[in-house]
């Protein structure tokens, strides 16, 4: 399938976006809301949880249901206050040494005057720092779409998955298009040119795993299993093992050699 195909299925309109991960992969989840400083961000939803039986915090982007969700939760892109909420419960999650699950579905983080004027540079900037040490197993899952920033901010893990049919790029396709070629119509050449597809990804080693898409409660029940074997692996190893690993994990990154 060309990867202009994959970016349509990666945001077809009904495809499940976090909430649904959240609902059907872990039980008695508790959301936990706000970033303590200024206010809740309802395009991240953020908690803690059952999985099989252990205890994990899971961040996830929520694009929305209906249409008014979706504009509640301003189609999965979000604030800083969004990114500092994640963060919170990432520490959180390391003083009580929980695994932190991240499920990634954005088209990029907020871009509006707002969120800048609150700092949205450095409230990413800060997740990448603070992710690149933290003492507790980190998997994410890309679920969707993961634009730029906005996708890597909750992205900073010892394990980077993706569906089969989820995108992963530096820049929507119709970003680069009017930067390349000043012609957005241009996306299903920019969408070859970003190699944004998981078997492009897995090939480059920017992610360890492509999961198969199949019937959504089969998937769960897939990605539930997984993450089961992947957080008792990562359990087994010391912090300091963990964070020498998954810093050299992303220094290898867009290192080639002739």
């Given amino acids: 399938m060309d990867p202009y195909k994959r970016l349509q299925l990666a945001r077809k309109n009904g495809r499940p976006s976090g909430r649904f991960y959240i609902e059907n992969i872990l039980t008695d989840f508790v959301e936990l809301h706000g970033d303590r400083r200024y206010a809740d961000d309802p395009a991240i939803m953020a908690g803690v949880g059952l999985l099989s039986g252990h205890p994990v915090t899971v961040i996830a982007h929520e694009k929305g249901g209906d249409i008014r969700d979706k504009a509640h939760r301003n189609f999965g892109s979000a604030n800083p206050e969004g990114y500092r909420k994640a ?9 009580f040494g929980r695994p ?3 499920i990634v579905d954005t088209a990029g983080a907020f871009a509006g005057m707002g969120a800048e004027e609150r700092g949205q540079g450095q409230a990413i900037a ?4 603070e992710m690149m040490t933290l003492k507790v197993p980190v ?14 901010a909750l992205a900073v893990a010892d394990e980077v998955w993706m569906l089969e049919n989820a995108v992963y790029s530096v820049i929507s396709p ?8 000043k012609d957005a119509s241009k996306v299903k050449e920019a969408c070859s040119c970003l190699k944004m597809t ?14 198969p898409e199949t019937q959504p409660e089969t998937l769960c029940e897939t990605l539930k299993a997984q993450l089961d074997m992947a957080f008792s692996a990562l359990s087994a190893m010391t912090p300091e093992e963990r964070c020498e690993k998954r810093y050299a994990r992303f220094r290898r990154l867009g290192v080639f050699g002739e």
Avoid: H, P, T
């Fill in 126 to 129: 800060e997740n990448l720092m």
């Fill in 87 to 95: 963060l919170r419960q990432m520490k959180l999650a390391e003083k």
């Fill in 174 to 181: 119709e970003g680069c298009a009017s930067i390349l070629w």
């Fill in 198 to 211: 998981a078997e492009d990804l897995l090939e480059m080693g920017v992610i360890e795993k492509v999961i």
């Fill in 100 to 102: 932190v699950l991240c």
């Fill in 139 to 152: 998997v994410s899952v890309f679920v969707g779409e993961g634009g730029s920033g906005g996708a890597l």
